[in-house]
């Protein structure tokens, strides 16, 4: 991705445990939109729009929170919404 730009084009959100390479054994409950759309570029400067849904979507907003100096940890909004590696794999907490 160079220069991504992503917009919701659907209000619809879900919470999902989410981690991070750079805070590996945490995981915690962050709240994305499932819909959006991106626009970026490819290495040779032309512009590239594209529709993604669930998973992606989600990665592609976590992603760019990282160019704006934001880790997923500043988004989980219950106090309760932390959670070990090991609790999450244990316990299967993968979707609210």
Not at 10 to 33: A, H, L, N, P, W
Not at 51 to 58: A, I, T, V
Not at 76 to 93: P, Q, S
Request: with cysteine; hydrophobic share 30%.
């Amino acid at each position: 991705m160079i220069n991504p730009i992503w917009r919701e084009i659907s209000k619809e959100t879900d919470i999902q445990y989410e981690g991070c390479m750079s805070v590996s054994s945490i995981r915690g409950k962050v709240k994305r939109y499932k819909d959006i759309e991106l626009t970026d570029y490819n290495e040779k400067g032309e512009k590239i729009i594209k529709q993604l849904h669930g998973f992606f979507s989600r990665l592609v907003q976590h992603e760019c929170d990282h160019f704006d100096g934001i880790v997923f940890l500043e988004k989980v909004k219950e106090k309760n919404g932390f959670a070990t590696i090991d609790n999450v794999n244990k316990y299967n907490l993968r979707f609210e």
